[in-house]
Structure formats: C-alpha cells, structure tokens
C-alpha cells in the first residue's frame, strides 16, 4: 500500500498551462492516471454541479485528461448537463441514480475495459438513514485480457452534519451496509464502496458512524484511513478533514497490499478550484 502526494504520485505538470494561448477557452495539459493493469476509481464529491459557469468545461476537460478507470460522482444537481458533457468524453458509460432526492449520484467507467453486469439502488427502503441518498450500486466485469474479474462498485453520500441524530443515521447506514456485505460474503465478493461519507474515521465521530464497518477489520477496509491521518491530503479541506472515504471487502486484500491511495490536489493545478470545480478534492486509489 503506497500513500503518496498527488504531484509526484501520478506524474502531472506541475502547473496547468494554456495549449493556445487563449484564456477564453483554456484547454489544461494534464497527464493521464490510467495505467496498464491495474484499476484506478477516482471519488468526487462535485459540489451541486456546476457549481458556476465554467464548472462543465472544466470538468470535461479535467476528466478527458484524468482518464480513470472508474468515477464515482455526489451532488450532481443538473444530471441532464451532467449526461452532456460526458457525450463528449466518448470513451465513458454512466449510471444515474433516480431514487436520490436532488442531488444525484453518477458512476461512470472505461466502457472498452468495463462492462455493467447490473446497476441497482440499494437500500431504498431505508432511504432515510442514507439522508434519502440511497447508494448506487455498479457490478463489473474487467475485459482486460483473458482474466475474468467481476466486482461491485457503489456510489455513496452520507447524512452531513455532526450533531446527534446525524451521527445516528450514520451508525444506522453503516450497519446495513455491513449486514449486506456480510451476507454477500466479504472473503469471496469483491466490493468497493467509494464516496462522500461525511465522517471521519480519524475521529471519534467518525468511529461511531462507521463502528459496524470497523468493528469488522477481518472483512472491511477503510483503505483511506492512514491518508486521512495527514491534514495535507484532506479530501474536505474547508474544514479540514477527510470525509472522502474509500471502503473495501476482504476478498480485495491481496490486491490492496500492491494498491496507492492518494487525494488528487488539482487545488495545486488550478488557483480557482474552489471557485469552479467543488470544495472537496477528488480521492483516487489504484490496485
């Protein structure tokens, strides 16, 4: 397992430039993240998207330079914009949550490398304990070369706030999610749950809300929570903290122990991120 800052990490300039010298219409000179076998889920939260008037052709941008694997998106507030600009990034799929109330979930992945088996919401029923954000769940299979790999991707965004009750929908969240999990058999069914889970696990909040997942270190690993121990690499630097969680089930800890997590500073890249793109930074892990 490898913790690296984000420059040195994956390799990007060190600043972003213009290719045409137009400040209207910038094109940013990013360096890909996609590397040869091996999966890379990038996690980002994207702040009521767009969050302002640039936000869309930033983010077409950034993300036709990223190149991951696999994206899963919280707060897409405009879906019907958000479907458009990835009709320009040709090389992608997505999935929409419907059952969200405003702000919308999108997985989105490599559709020559990745192919969607199923696409379900999980947990509708207890829709308010997910603050009515009930997760989106993706099962792929990997097309690289003659292996066959089949695994599960959900897109999640958890009760915010710290007061008490919120707290307690997290607690209540987390159990769910470990009885399915468990009930899914975590050494065999390979899971990775990524998104906004609005606590963190270095804390003693944190370590309430998530307690039915941490209690459990045989089957469940927060891959982000060394990460989450350095204040450099907070995920919700407004605060700061990391909030940004990354979750898997044992059946992926021997590919874990070959994997890198880091939060992707594009803060560094662009002086207005905060402005155009969101107020949490991306999280990516690769294994």
Known sequence: MTYLLWITAIGFTSCAQLTDGNTDAPEWTLASVDEPDKIEIITWNVQNFPKSGETIDRLQAVLDSLHADIYCFQEIENTASF???FRNIPDYE????????????VIAWQKEEFSALNIQELFVEDS?????????????????????????VADIHMKAMGDASSRERRHRASEIIAE????????????????????????????????????????????????AKDPEYASYPGWPSFID?????????EAHKHSTVTTLRLDRIFTDYFEVLSDHRPVMYRF
């Not at 997505?94 to 979930?105: G, L, Q, W």
């Open 83 to 85: 479907q458009r600009m």
């Open 94 to 105: 997505t999935a929409i949550s419907t059952k969200t109330y405003s702000m919308h979930y």
């Open 128 to 152: 308010y304990f997910f603050a009515s954000r009930p997760p989106l769940n993706v099962e792929f299979r990997w097309n690289r070369g003659d292996s066959l790999f089949i695994f599960n």
């Open 180 to 227: 399915y999990l468990l009930a899914q058999d975590p050494a065999e069914s390979p899971w990775i749950i990524a998104g906004d889970w609005n606590d963190d696990v270095t804390t003693s909040s944190g370590q309430y809300s998530f307690e039915a997942l941490l209690d459990r270190p045989d089957d469940f690993l927060f891959v982000t929570a060394e990460l």
């Open 245 to 253: 969680n990354i979750l898997i089930t044992r059946a992926l800890f």
